[in-house]
T-cell receptor, first 111, second 112 residues
Framework: SQKIEQNSEALNIQEGKTATLTCNYT??????LQWYRQDPGRGPVFLLL?????KEKRKERLKVTFDTTLKQSLFHITASQPADSATYLC??????????FGAGTRLFVKA | DTGVSQDPRHKITKRGQNVTFRCDPI?????LYWYRQTLGQGPEFLTY????????KSRLLSDRFSAERPKGSFSTLEIQRTEQGDSAMYLC??????????FGPGTRLTVT
């Protein structure tokens, strides 16, 4: 069956370190993959999109990699700050209009 | 541009009652999505509109759920005969052409 897996356990890191979040998927052939941030009680906010023919995408302190052979995306936040504490959602699109979201990983950055 | 808005933000209802939620997308976004999200889970796709046409509806949606988008502007999601299992956050998102979705703040439904 189709599945998207993100670390269910929260990730705790120290301020200034690099946070790395993982998104694995099975039985999908996504045309693109997105990462969203969600704060408690709010809707998700788009961060980055990477297409199947791209290996890496960067935006300020954020970096996303996409390995269609491993069926995995890694999301990095460098020089992390307490304000980066949130839930980060991975989302797959198959090229149509439907987007499938993972359950998200909670990130806590300690000062 | 004020973003996607949803109304109400919170709704408490008794089991068996009908509820209706409204979503106002970003103007000129022709794509509109509804999702349901429960605690600890990601948004779960419910339905999709392109302009006024409902192009897909999740099989997870029972006959008690219906959505409309008259004139391709705002959208409503109605749940009839609510059940406790319907308690969740209902999220609306809109999108111009492309894949990025802009989410509203959500409507939190509690069925007692």
């Amino acid at each position: 069956s189709q599945k998207i897996e993100q670390n269910s356990e929260a990730l705790n890191i120290q301020e200034g370190k690099t946070a790395t979040l993982t998104c694995n998927y099975t039985n999908y052939s996504p045309a693109y993959l997105q990462w969203y941030r969600q704060d408690p009680g709010r809707g998700p906010v788009f961060l980055l999109l990477i297409r199947e023919n791209e290996k890496e995408k960067r935006k300020e302190r954020l970096k996303v990699t996409f390995d269609t052979t491993l069926k995995q995306s890694l999301f990095h936040i460098t020089a992390s700050q307490p304000a980066d504490s949130a839930t980060y959602l991975c989302a797959l699109g198959t090229g149509g209009f439907k987007t499938i979201f993972g359950a998200g990983t909670r990130l806590f950055v300690k000062a | 541009d004020t973003g996607v808005s949803q109304d109400p933000r919170h709704k408490i209802t008794k089991r068996g009652q009908n509820v209706t939620f409204r979503c106002d997308p970003i103007s000129e976004h022709n794509r509109l999505y509804w999702y349901r999200q429960t605690l600890g889970q990601g948004p779960e796709f419910l339905t999709y509109f392109q302009n006024e046409a409902q192009l897909e509806k999740s099989r997870l949606l029972s006959d008690r759920f219906s959505a409309e988008r008259p004139k391709g502007s705002f959208s409503t999601l109605e749940i009839q005969r609510t059940e406790q299992g319907d308690s969740a956050m209902y999220l609306c998102a809109s999108s111009p052409k492309g894949f990025v979705q802009y989410f509203g703040p959500g409507t939190r439904l509690t069925v007692t």
